[in-house]
Structure formats: C-alpha cells, structure tokens
C-alpha cells in the first residue's frame, strides 16, 4: 500500500472506463434520493455507497495501489470522532454513533472517489458534464410541472406545501421535492456551465438566466443569493473576452436591478431575511431555527470545549432521541417534532456535535477541496477556485451539504468537475463546445 497523489496527467490516451456507467448511474441516483422519505431503502442508498467506497479503498490498499492521503484525514477523523464520542461525548447508542461519523463525512467521500477515477483517467470530465445536464434538464422539467400542478404536485408525493410572499405563492420544489436542494441544483449548475465556456455567450446568461428565474420561484435566498456571489467572484477575476464579459454583466445587472425593484415594492423578502437574524436566540415557534441552531452549538462547543456534545447529539439525523434537545430547550418545539429545519447547517450541526475541533477539520478540508492547490498539489487559477470557495463556505453555513444525501453527490460532482476543468486536458470534451 502506498500513500500519495494520483498522477493526473498519467495515461492521457486510457480509456474512460466507467463514463458510461457513470453517466447513467449518478442521475439516477440523484433523482431516487429525494424519494428516499417514502422508501427507506432509497433513503440507505447515500450509506450504501459510502460502505462500497470504503471496500474499494481498502481492497485497492491490500492490493498495494496508491491510496490518496486525502483519505487518511477523512478516515482519521472519523475514528477519532467517534473514540472521541464514546470517551468524552453525551451517552448515545453505539450504532449511531459510528454511523454519524461516516454521514459527516459523506460529501468527502463522494468527492475524493470521484476524483480518484478522474485523475486516474477512468472517468472524464464530459461523463460529469453530461450527468450534471441530465440532472439540470430533469429540474427545470420537474419544476415546470410543479408551477403547472400546483399544490397538487405536493398533494400527490404527500410532502407538506411551503409558502413564500405571505402565503400567496407555493415554493416550487422540482422532483427534489425540496426548495432549497431545487435551488441549490439550479445554481450549482449555473456555477459549472461557466466554468466549461469560461466565459459568456448569449446562449450561457441564458441558461443562467432560466436557473435564475427558477430560483425565484423556489423562495430559496440561499440559492439566490449564492448565485450573486459566486457570478460576482466570476467576474472579478475572469479572463473572458471583453466583449462577452460586457454583455454577461450587462444581462446580470439588469436582472439584480429589476429584483431590487420588485423588493423595494415588497419588502416580504427583506424583512423575514431581519426577521431572521433578530430571532437567532428566540426559542418560540417564530424563531429562525438555523440562526438558532447555531447560537446552541456555538453555546455548546464553549461549553465543552473544544469538542462538544459528541456524534448523534445534536442537529443530525442520529439525535431524533438525544437528551441534548431537552438540555437547550428544544425538544418540545414543532421544530425537532417534525424534524423541521433542524439539519440545516452543517456549521450548526458540527459545532454542536464535535466543537471548534469539528469545524477546523471540516474547514481544513474545504481548503483542500476548493482552495488555490488541489489536493493532487497542482495549482487552479483564481476565477475557478474563489467561487469554488464562496461556493462551499455559504454551503457549509446554510445548509446540509456535507451530509445530505442528494447535495453531498451533487455538489461532489460539481466540484471535481470545476477544480479537474483546469488541471486535465480533454480536447474530446472541449471540441465544438465554443
């Protein structure tokens, strides 16, 4: 067994030996998983596949292949959370503990699998682009349906309706089901599609302009305000021609500036967003259960610093039952009830579970997953990695992208095919793309 970093310029004439599988699998997975609260098998598929990576790690090491030190910090870290847990942590079941550990870090696994194959020349870049597409094609079909039934559309998978704009407008969810993973989808998408032109085309802010439009839709202000900043981080260090670039910025400023009218003539948006930030300590039923969330793993990571409460306390699927949600006043509210929000923030979630230990482990990782080096060592110019960077911080705070089993695939995909756009050569892919 041997530790160290693919080669990613190796075997450049090998065959792509998983693209097809690839291709068919990753959308297919992705559009079973939001299915996965109806059908418990479908919602053990995320597990599934991280005890089969697993296996593939650990035969390939018997074997003698190179192994990736990435996955040395992942697995070291799960281990040490969880001796961690059972040493220092609440009391919780064994089981769930250990299956806590491996599902924080779920987006990690799927990230660095991928990018083994991609590196390795078993799989390209285009296989990637074409998941994404398929899985963007089937959002917006998805979400077009959605608009068209109506509250029917939820009726129909029994899922409760969500409203924005004072309850006059239902949140469009797509097949994901869910506002913010049909948001999050779309703006992930956006963020990929000009990464492959980089640049703009009128065919390009289209496309960006319909996942846009869609986001609106979804009442989802982490998709849009994602989106603005990451096309914002863009367009600051983007080598675009000056002609594409102008009409790319002219498009975008007439759409902020049009949003910024239509809030200043509704404020709804504006102030449930305050609304938000001044009830973070607020446990009643108005309360912003992510500002709250994170005020109580902060307040608990202090606490027991610097750990926590340990794996399956707090904010996580494994802590329906934990002890922890009556010691902070939480366990009667409708929000741990009906599991309602409570998942997420990954930053929440960490805080609480593992403390300041978690998070700079979490962060560390980050940095090796979207910072200015890969973590093959080579390097990835500014106008990819910054809004890479962007991108999986606001992730990291406002949502459950590590460890949500659609978003953690999703997002996985999106980055190994953003950080190996740069790092690999594939004139297949790129030709007749311009």
Known sequence: MRFGSPDIHARRGGSMRYDRLFVFVAPLALLLMPLGQFVPLLGSLAELAQVLILCFILVRAFLGGAIRVDWLYVLGFVGISIFLSFVFGVKRPYSSVILQGFIFVKFFFFY???????????????????????????????????????????????????????????????????????AQTLYAFAFALVIVYDGFSKKIVALILTAFAFILLSGSRTGLFALILVLTAFFVFSRASHVSLRFAKVAFLLVFGF????????????????????????????????????????????????????????????????????????????????????????????????????????????????????????????????????????????????????????????????????????????????
Request: glycine share 10%; hydrophobic share 50%; net charge neutral.
């Open 112 to 182: 660095f699998f991928i990018a083994d194959l991609v590196a390795r020349r078993q799989l390209s870049l285009s296989a990637l682009y074409k998941a994404l597409k398929i899985v963007f094609m089937l959002t917006i079909a998805s979400g077009v349906i959605n608009i068209l039934w109506g509250h029917g559309y939820y009726s129909f998978f029994n899922v409760k309706t969500d409203y924005r704009l004072g309850g006059l407008l239902p949140r469009v969810g797509g097949f994901q089901l869910q506002p913010n993973a049909f």
């Open 259 to 434: 949003l910024l009218i239509v809030l200043s003539s509704d404020t709804w948006l504006v102030e449930k967003t305050l609304g938000n930030f001044e009830g973070i300590s607020s446990k009643d039923e108005s309360g912003y259960i992510r500002g709250i969330m994170l005020y109580e793993g902060v307040r608990g990571a202090l606490e027991r610093f610097p750990f926590g409460w340990g794996l399956a306390t707090f904010g996580t699927s494994m802590s329906v039952d934990s002890p922890v949600w009556w010691d902070v006043g939480l366990a009667n509210t409708r929000f741990v009830l009906e599991e309602r929000g409570i998942y997420d923030s990954n930053l929440a979630s960490i805080t609480g579970e593992l403390g300041f230990l978690g998070v700079a482990f979490c962060l560390l990782m980050i940095w090796r997953v979207a910072g200015p080096a890969s973590s093959d060592g080579h390097a990835v110019p500014s106008r990819a990695y910054v809004p890479a960077l962007m991108s999986m911080l606001i992730l990291f705070v406002v949502s459950s992208a590590l460890v949500n089993d659609y978003l953690s695939l999703l997002m996985a995909i999106v980055m190994v095919f953003v950080r190996y756009r740069y790092l690999l050569v594939d004139m297949s892919f790129y030709e007749g793309r311009r």
